[in-house]
């Protein structure tokens, strides 16, 4: 039993496209985080987020905490977002569950 | 530059060798992680410190130990290397109601 749940697996897009990549999870949460992973890259927080809308430049974070699900959005996708996006959600004892990770793959 | 420095970022080891997993962050954060990464498994949580002078098991915890040296240090220490502990180790920390920082990941391949 996975307690986050991510969607898709992979993902290729042509460069410019708007990108949606989903997170749904089974547990209670406070805050729910997304990660950015560059291939061969360390990782960076790109959100945390407990309610409503996030946004930084051209990315998106949505959440909805009654439907236990968030969403991360690309507009204007570029070769350089490639990476691997990671979901996160902390559980009661100060651990965080992840998710398996979208790849994600631009193509100019 | 604040955040979380992890050394070395590269290391290959002979089986039954041992070695030590450096951390530290600068950031006043009480939780402290070390993860590991393997294709297609995601992170897999090995230990962890939610503040000085504790420290936990996590979901993969054979094989390691670690010390929470102090606030800004939390060390991973695999005491005799075996292949199936060749992966990608980062460490990260956390305050609660802020993101994760994660360090820059260590590559330790196992021959």
Known sequence: ?108 | NAGVTQTPKFQVLKTGQSMTLQCAQDMNHNSMYWYRQDPGMGLRLIYYSASEGTTDKGEVPNGYNVSRLNKREFSLRLESAAPSQTSVYFCASHRGGYGYTFGSGTRLTVV
Not at chain 1, 37 to 53: A, D, E, N, R, T
Not at chain 1, 70 to 90: E, F, K, M, Q, W
């Open chain 1, 1 to 108: 039993k996975n307690e986050v749940e991510q969607s898709p697996q992979n993902l290729t897009a042509q460069e410019g496209e708007f990108i949606t990549i989903n997170c749904s999870y089974s547990v209670g949460i406070s805050a729910l985080h997304w990660l950015q992973q560059h291939p061969g890259g360390g990782i960076v927080s790109l959100f945390m987020l407990s309610s409503g809308k996030k946004k930084h430049g051209r990315l998106i974070a949505t959440i909805n905490i009654q439907e236990k699900h968030s969403s991360l959005h690309i507009t204007a996708s570029h070769p350089r977002d490639s990476a691997v996006y990671i979901c996160a959600v902390p559980n009661t004892g100060n651990q965080f569950y992840f998710g398996t990770g979208t790849s994600l793959t631009v193509i100019p």
